[in-house]
């Protein structure tokens, strides 16, 4: 590993605060996605019920706080934070990956936030180039269910981030035998395995082939919200110097649409730019169980537990309001 992923980390939060890391071009595509809007909704807005089940956990609302970050002081006060808040609204969330803390054990900490929220959906992260040849120790079944362990996680998400990792000097860009991995190491694990893209979004081809995985969901991650591979840019070379390649990816909104026709039974999770409770109420429509929200709460987690709050408060009254005037009843 190398020795300055902790420091690479904290350059990551530090751009995702001070540059402009989103996709210029491209955009969700929800917002060409229709609310229908009923002037007599035969509902009240008081009435409605927004909680839902995922992965074996009730959720308040379908809002999963999605992964950011870990390794490192500044890391740790962020996850404590969002954890807080999470627990508070009754919502899950996803921890940033945990390559840094199965190889350096002093990280463990920034990564253990069990404690402030005892009852939420958790989630635990890996990446996929840590299972593959390229890696100096690929990592097998024990270790995916260790990670999950360690930090009492209810769920791993293994993120596939191709794009992003091209950005890198260094970067895990040997896929090769990548789906054959997949299919030797995922039945071996006892912990349910998500996978995700980390914002450059997964279409329809590659959610047919992962529908035959034994699966608890699949996160899209859609183009349209942080292109990591512009965050790489900036961590790299402090300037963008391959604008088009930071731009490509399969905007959020399609995403879920093919990935809903190639593996209908496989529950979704929307995320990818989603910025408002109507965002929420459109994945939804198009097939998403839960959403995903992350950039947005990078900067309310370093003001505190109750600004994190304030937000997930806003985009719950948002979603309520989005249902109610469309006279859906859930």
């Known amino acids: 590993m190398s020795r300055d992923l902790p420091e690479r980390k904290l350059r990551h939060i530090d751009a995702c605060l001070t540059r402009d890391v989103s996709f210029q071009s491209v955009t969700t595509g929800l917002e060409h996605v229709p609310w229908p809007y009923r002037a007599l909704p035969d509902t009240n ?36 934070t969002l954890a807080q808040a999470a627990q508070h609204c009754g919502i899950g969330l996803m921890l940033g990956s945990q390559r840094v803390m199965l190889e350096r054990p002093e990280a463990l900490g920034s990564f253990q936030v069990r404690e402030y929220a005892p009852d ?5 992260n890996l990446g996929i180039g840590q299972l593959l040849a390229g890696a100096r120790q690929p990592y097998g079944p024990a270790e995916l269910d260790r990670a999950a362990g360690l930090v009492g996680a209810d769920a791993l998400a293994l993120h596939l981030n191709p794009l992003q990792e091209a950005m890198q000097p260094s970067g895990d860009t040997r896929y090769q035998g990548a ?14 395995i998500v996978v995700k893209e980390v914002g450059h979004g997964i279409g329809g081809a590659v959610a047919r082939e992962l529908a035959h995985l034994p699966l608890a969901a699949l996160d899209v ?44 039974l496989l529950p979704l999770i929307a995320s990818g730019g989603i910025r408002s409770g109507l965002d929420i109420a459109k994945a939804l429509s198009l097939g998403a169980k839960v959403c995903a929200v992350a950039l947005p709460f990078l900067p309310l987690a370093l003001q505190g537990v109750d600004a994190v709050v304030a937000y997930i408060e806003r985009l719950r009254f948002e979603l309520r309001v989005a249902l109610f005037v469309a006279g859906k009843e859930e």
């Open 45 to 80: 807005l008081q009435d409605l019920d927004l909680s839902v089940e995922f992965l074996g956990k009730r959720l308040s609302m379908p809002l999963l706080i999605g992964a950011m970050t870990g390794g490192a002081e500044k890391a740790a006060q962020i996850n404590r």
């Open 120 to 124: 939420i959906l958790l989630l635990g």
């Open 179 to 192: 789906l054959g991995r997949l299919q030797e190491v995922l039945p071996q694990c006892h912990t349910p």
């Open 221 to 264: 991650a859609g183009a349209g919200g942080t292109s990591w591979a512009r965050v790489e840019n900036w961590v790299h070379y402090g300037e963008i110097r391959h604008p088009d390649l930071c731009e490509l990816g399969l905007p959020t909104a399609q995403a879920l649409r093919e990935c809903m026709e190639a593996a209908p």
